[in-house]
């Protein structure tokens, strides 16, 4: 599939899932241009109108804090990142942008910034293992960041 999965080493099998963290890679510089132009396929997946899901959507039987439709800021910095590294800036600049305007959006609205966010809806309407704390410093670093990535 030209895809990279996680592994459960518990189980000793190979996940289905497609997630995010396939851009870690990216990020990394590990893998061949051409691995990165099929990694490509990965937003597919995952980008949604507001951003990048942390996994695809699924009828998954259980909930965790990194389940469709959560958006995390880390996932969206090794996205955009990444995306730069290999050369697709017009699609990291497309997510960068998404992610400036969902904590935005959601900062006007509440006041606050979030571990993370709903990238279907463009809100803090996530699924939760416990109550999501506000005033994230990831979220903070990861906004910055995206928009100086916007002003270069």
Sequence with gaps: TGMYYDYDFVNNRRSDVVSAAVFSLMYARVISKKDAKELMAALDYLECDYGIANCEEGDYPYTYQWSYP??????????????????????????????????????????????????????????????????IGWTAGTFLWAAKYMNR
């Design 70 to 135: 959560n958006g995390w800021a880390p996932t969206h910095y090794l996205t955009i990142a990444g995306l730069d590294n290999y050369g697709f800036r017009k699609d990291a600049r497309r997510i960068a942008s998404k992610y400036l305007h969902v904590v935005t959006q959601t900062f006007q609205e509440t006041h606050n910034l979030w571990e993370k966010y709903n990238v279907v809806e463009g809100n803090v309407n996530v699924n939760n293992e416990y109550e999501m704390p506000t005033r």
